[in-house]
């Protein structure tokens, strides 16, 4: 479906953005991908490796409406991934986080529709879901703006939907290069916030992946969750490091014990298919979707009351040689 097509990603310099890239250039052939992002160096890195005659990079933050507007023309897909994320910077930093996050998700909106773009994807995160740290909330607005940004169309042909996983396995800034570090510099021991710690972990191809199939299977206003195991925080370290002592340190601030992709509450909204959930739209949209039979014919049914997805109540768990192959593997 990508075939002729113009392809946007806002923060395409970032790890999911590469690798969605990559998997682009070599199982389809687009008119345009366009890298919308706000650091030079990164771009021109990027350059030396991905440099088909359709690439094209553009200086531009999402905070800035007029640039973006500019930069979506001609556009037929967009990846929304750009996003501060650290959390603990989030918490000292609240108002840059929330100019990104969520100012920039409504400029994505407005010049999406604008620009007459056929189908928007925004990426979030299991932090959204009841959350508990300013990233968490100013993800979890970034959501509902485009999950209600179907109602702000009219005529125009835009749909919208949320993709929503957990983390990133080697994905920088996570804990995966962060211990990788440490032990090749000689650490004595590798920190752990807390031994009950669990967390979902999904390799950055099978999020790109998703991503991708997801525009097959989009008809506006859902969130979808991939199916994906869960790791001990321990039995990771203990791959990486088998020899090497743990040191609890504390849960950083605003850092949860698990990791929670679709709330209680939300089990109401909660449709289940063979590999993914989708949450539908709690609000009313001009047009009505049968949300339990997606764009490939795939068919959905609704989860139990009560019912919620949270890294700790899981049914698939990581162990300790799983994970080892997997760090191999993301090495």
Same mark, same amino acid.
């Given at each position: 479906?990508?075939?002729?097509?113009?392809?946007?990603?806002?923060?395409?310099?970032? =790890?999911?953005?590469?690798?969605?890239?990559?998997?682009?250039?070599?199982?389809?052939?687009?008119?345009?991908?366009?890298?919308?992002?706000?650091?030079?160096?990164?771009?021109?890195?990027?350059?030396?490796?991905?440099?088909?005659?359709?690439?094209?990079?553009?200086?531009?933050?999402?905070?800035?409406?007029?640039?973006?507007?500019?930069?979506?023309?001609?556009?037929?897909?967009?990846?929304?991934?750009?996003?501060?994320?650290?959390? *603990?910077?989030?918490?000292?930093?609240?108002?840059?986080?929330?100019?990104?996050?969520?100012?920039?998700?409504?400029?994505?909106?407005?010049?999406?529709?604008?620009?007459?773009?056929?189908?928007?994807?925004?990426? @979030?995160?299991?932090?959204?879901? =009841?959350?508990?740290?300013?990233?968490?909330?100013?993800?979890?607005? =970034?959501?509902?703006?485009?999950?209600?940004?179907?109602?702000?169309?009219?005529?125009?042909?835009?749909?919208?939907?949320?993709?929503?996983?957990?983390?990133?396995?080697?994905?920088?800034? @996570?804990?995966?290069?962060?211990?990788?570090?440490?032990?090749?510099?000689?650490? #004595?021991?590798?920190?752990?916030?807390?031994?009950?710690?669990?967390?979902?972990?999904?390799?950055?191809?099978?999020?790109?992946?998703?991503?991708?199939?997801?525009?097959?299977?989009?008809?506006?206003?859902?969130?979808?969750?991939?199916?994906? *195991?869960?790791?001990?925080?321990?039995?990771?370290?203990?791959?990486?490091?088998?020899?090497?002592?743990?040191? &609890?340190?504390?849960?950083?601030?605003?850092?949860?014990?698990?990791? &929670?992709?679709?709330?209680?509450? #939300? =089990?109401?909204?909660?449709?289940?298919?063979?590999?993914?959930?989708?949450?539908? *739209?709690?609000?009313?949209?001009?047009?009505?979707?049968?949300?339990?039979?997606?764009?490939?014919?795939?068919?959905?049914? *609704?989860?139990?009351?009560?019912?919620?997805?949270? @890294?700790?109540?899981?049914?698939?768990?990581?162990?300790? #040689?799983?994970?080892?192959?997997? #760090?191999?593997?993301?090495?």
């Amino acid at each position: 479906m990508f075939d002729n097509k113009s392809i946007f990603i806002t923060g395409g310099t970032g =790890s999911f953005g590469q690798k969605f890239i990559r998997s682009l250039l070599e199982n389809y052939r687009p008119a345009r991908i366009v890298v919308f992002s706000r650091d030079e160096l990164k771009q021109f890195e990027m350059q030396q490796v991905f440099n088909a005659p359709c690439m094209r990079y553009f200086l531009g933050d999402v905070r800035d409406a007029a640039r973006m507007s500019q930069a979506m023309r001609g556009i037929d897909y967009v990846i929304h991934a750009a996003a501060l994320k650290q959390v *603990p910077a989030a918490e000292y930093n609240p108002t840059e986080c929330i100019r990104t996050n969520v100012n920039g998700a409504e400029n994505v909106i407005n010049a999406a529709i604008e620009n007459g773009v056929e189908k928007v994807i925004a990426l @979030s995160t299991d932090k959204a879901a =009841s959350p508990i740290n300013l990233y968490g909330a100013t993800k979890l607005l =970034s959501d509902k703006l485009f999950v209600a940004a179907n109602n702000l169309v009219g005529g125009h042909c835009t749909r919208f939907a949320v993709v929503r996983y957990g983390n990133v396995v080697g994905s920088r800034g @996570s804990v995966v290069p962060f211990f990788r570090k440490l032990i090749a510099e000689g650490a #004595d021991s590798l920190p752990i916030t807390d031994p009950r710690m669990t967390r979902f972990w999904i390799p950055l191809h099978h999020g790109a992946d998703f991503v991708m199939k997801s525009f097959a299977r989009i008809q506006g206003g859902e969130l979808l969750v991939p199916k994906i *195991p869960s790791v001990r925080i321990v039995d990771l370290a203990t791959s990486m490091a088998p020899l090497l002592p743990q040191r &609890m340190v504390g849960i950083r601030p605003g850092e949860k014990l698990h990791e &929670m992709m679709i709330a209680r509450d #939300d =089990s109401i909204n909660t449709l289940e298919f063979d590999d993914h959930y989708v949450i539908k *739209p709690s609000i009313q949209f001009v047009v009505q979707t049968d949300y339990a039979v997606n764009g490939l014919g795939e068919k959905g049914k *609704p989860v139990a009351e009560g019912f919620k997805y949270t @890294s700790d109540n899981n049914t698939r768990f990581l162990d300790v #040689d799983e994970l080892m192959k997997l #760090d191999r593997q993301t090495a």
